[in-house]
């Protein structure tokens, strides 16, 4: 069965930094696309950052130069780091793994495996 689970969410003043974490049974180089996903109330989730099995990573246009992610395989763990926090960066954020893709995809069709989420609330 496979788990995905978030951590490292929480209350952060604008303009700082924050680092949110996931753990994935099945992260192993090259078997998956992970991506990074976020989520207000009555929106669309939408795709922020991925890294492809290729090992290439894409963002959003919205959020480049601010978002960071990278993984750590031996650890089975992806990480978003979220630099200038701002108050529109406030959601909850998903990671999730697809096997439909092979260079790093943004829609959240391409992902079959989704976690919990983690809430992060951006305060002025």
């Known amino acids: 069965q496979v788990h995905l689970e978030e951590s490292g969410g929480g209350s952060v003043q604008a303009g700082g930094s924050l680092t949110i974490s996931c753990v994935g049974s099945i992260f192993t180089a090259g078997d998956y696309c992970v991506g990074w996903f976020r989520q207000t109330a009555g929106k669309e989730r939408e795709g922020v950052a991925a890294?492809?099995?290729?090992?290439?990573?894409r963002y959003a246009e919205s959020v480049k130069g601010r978002f960071f992610i990278s993984t750590n395989y031996d650890k089975n763990t992806v990480y978003l780091k979220i630099d200038n926090l701002q108050r529109e960066d406030t959601a909850m954020y998903y990671c999730?793994?697809?096997?439909?893709?092979?260079?790093?995809?943004?829609?959240?069709?391409?992902?079959?495996?989704w976690g919990q989420g983690t809430q992060v609330t951006v305060s002025s």
């Open positions: 999730a793994a697809g096997s439909r893709c092979f260079s790093p995809r943004l829609e959240v069709v391409k992902y079959e495996y």
């Open positions: 890294v492809g099995r290729d090992g290439r990573t």
